[in-house]
């Protein structure tokens, strides 16, 4: 029985590294392994490295919320307390806690002939009381502050570095003499740091605020991970630093206004936002199609021609523009909406419930139930921003 789970192992692991799925007809793993400037030729091992490194650089983000990004949130006036308290009340609590934190119609309305409250207080109450359990925003403002600085620092290396890269400027050069093009220690660099991020972002979503999308991200955490491995593996290196620096662009944009968001800088974040639109727009819907998908299909296919592999990658870059078609479209609505209204419309992954002043039951005061708040920078169905080969 071992033998044969070893013999299956063994041809698991075979057609993984299939050399008939991975390289152009002609190419073995063989010849890549051979002599070559730089670091060489892209190794599947190599992208075992990325683990101590993940490691790093979350104990690094550990650092920085606590002496670099809280000193700031609190010299700039955000306070380090949650959201406001719920009045205390046992019978409330007992049904929050065990039957439901969202009561219907009917459970309402039981509640309030037990308590002798009206409906609105009540419902105020189950929503201060849901409220009480978010993060502060103080959090919120550490966690944006973190990937703002990682996505500037990213984007800054990324450009300089392709500034003096031929394809950067010629294109064409992804596929000149492929797969035997050499990795270069900046290019290898940049993509080991991509990914490490990436990997430290999954460690890190476990223990970060939990947003209504956290199965949709964690999946695109793993889908961006597994493509940028793939493409390094593939040594489709040349045109995926190209896709990486594209899509970070826009990344820190949409950080920086939500930090203007958290501070309340209301103006700030909507001039923010919408050159993010705009930023998102330009690259997502312009350059990426005819520049990025037009090399990988067209130009490729004359040069390099089609085999398994480059099917499988255009494949995904064509949905990933699709979902940039989805995604600008819901930008769009959000954008207008702050031109017309002037502010930014509410995230529909907020973290902090709001209502209106009719559901707000309060006597001779008010509370923060009266008034409701705008959360700012959108980030529609996941890191609108981010992005990668894949996007959320």
Same mark, same amino acid.
């Given at each position: ?12 692991w ?7 799925f ?8 063989? @010849?890549?392994?051979?002599?070559? @400037? ?6 599947g091992q ?14 690094? #983000? ?23 308290q719920?009045q ?21 309305? !039981? ?7 009206n409906?609105?207080?009540?419902q105020?109450?189950? #929503? ?16 944006s ?9 990213i984007?800054? %290396? ?13 294109i !064409? ?14 290019? %290898? %660099? ?12 999954? /460690?890190?979503?476990?223990? @970060? ?13 793993l ?8 493409s ?10 190209l ?8 990344d ?20 923010? /936002?919408?050159?993010?639109?705009a ?6 819907? !312009?350059?990426?199609? /005819? ?16 085999y ?26 959000? +954008? ?29 005061t ?13 980030r ?9 080969? +894949?996007?959320?």
């Open positions: 029985m071992a033998t044969a789970a070893a013999g299956a192992l063994s041809l698991l075979g057609w993984l590294w299939s050399e008939r991975w390289l152009p007809q002609n190419v073995s793993w063989a @010849d890549l392994e051979g002599p070559a @400037d730089g670091y060489g030729y892209p190794r190599h992208v075992l490295s990325v683990f101590p490194l993940a490691a790093g650089i979350f104990f690094v #983000r550990l650092l920085f919320e606590r002496f670099i990004a809280k000193p700031c949130a609190l010299h700039i006036g955000i306070e380090d307390s949650g959201p406001y719920a205390p009340n046992a019978i409330l609590e007992k049904v929050f806690i065990s039957i439901t934190k969202y009561p219907d119609k009917k459970r309402l309305e !039981g509640l309030s002939k037990q308590l002798d409250w409906v609105r207080k009540i105020c109450w189950f #929503r201060h009381r849901r409220n009480q359990d978010k993060p502060p925003t103080l959090t919120k403002f550490c966690e502050m973190w990937r703002f600085t990682f996505y500037l620092f984007f800054c %290396y990324g450009i300089r570095f392709l500034w003096s890269s031929p394809w950067f400027w010629d !064409g050069q992804c596929w000149y003499n492929y797969p035997f093009q050499p990795l270069s220690s900046g290019l %290898y %660099y940049y993509y080991i740091m991509e990914l490490a991020f990436y990997w430290s972002l999954m /460690f890190s979503q476990f223990t @970060d605020i939990k947003r209504k999308d956290f199965l949709i991200m964690f999946v695109h955490h889908v961006t991970i597994g493509l940028i491995s793939f390094y593996i593939n040594n489709m290196v040349r045109v995926g630093s896709v990486m620096c594209l899509h970070d662009v826009s820190f944009l949409l950080e920086a206004a939500k930090l203007a968001n958290y501070a309340k800088y209301q103006r700030l974040c909507d001039t923010l /936002f919408v050159i993010f639109s930023v998102f727009m330009v690259t997502r819907l !312009g350059i990426y199609p /005819f520049w990025i998908l037009n090399t990988t299909l067209f130009e490729s296919w004359e040069i390099i021609g089609p398994t592999c480059w099917w499988l990658l255009n494949g995904l870059l064509v949905i990933l523009q699709v979902l940039h078609v989805i995604w600008s479209y819901l930008i769009a609505r959000i +954008a207008l909406k702050a031109l017309i209204r002037g502010k930014v419309s509410k995230d529909d992954r907020s973290d902090v419930e709001s209502s209106s002043e009719e559901d707000d039951v309060t006597t001779g008010k509370s923060p139930c009266d008034s409701s708040s705008s959360n700012g920078a959108n529609v169905n996941g890191h609108m921003g981010n992005s990668y080969w +894949a996007e959320e």
